[in-house]
């Protein structure tokens, strides 16, 4: 199975933002529709941004709708994820993997939001 390396996490204060990057050795990346995923403590791992094989399509959770954008660099076997005005409550470990999650999860990058 695909194996997937989580970078760019940290502290911010609420309103800042973070670049997350996730890159894999995977040959066949790019046939994958790829997810940034996160779990906070005590809940479930949850989808929080998906993007098709092509970088095309993307979708959103509600919660970050307007607040996060994911990208793709296919040629680089990069996925992304832009975070912007963050808040206390996007704290969580950060994942990416398939968009079905059904890929080996890394290590994940915790992300902290507060003053």
């Known amino acids: 199975q695909a194996q997937f390396v989580e970078s760019g996490g940290g502290l911010v204060q609420p309103g800042g933002s973070l670049r997350l990057s996730c890159t894999t050795s995977?040959?066949?990346?790019?046939?994958?529709?790829m997810g940034w995923f996160r779990q906070a403590p005590g809940k479930q791992r949850e989808l929080v941004a998906s993007?098709?094989?092509?970088?095309?399509?993307?979708n959103y959770a509600d919660s970050v709708k307007g607040r996060f954008t994911i990208s793709r660099d296919n040629t680089k076997s990069w996925v992304y994820l832009q975070m912007n005005n963050l808040k206390p409550e996007d704290t969580a470990v950060y994942y990416c993997?398939?968009?079905?999650?059904?890929?080996?999860w890394g290590q994940g990058t915790q992300v902290f939001v507060s003053s």
């Open positions: 995977e040959s066949f990346f790019t046939f994958y529709h």
């Open positions: 993007i098709d094989s092509g970088g095309v399509t993307t």
């Open positions: 993997n398939t968009r079905w999650g059904n890929a080996d």
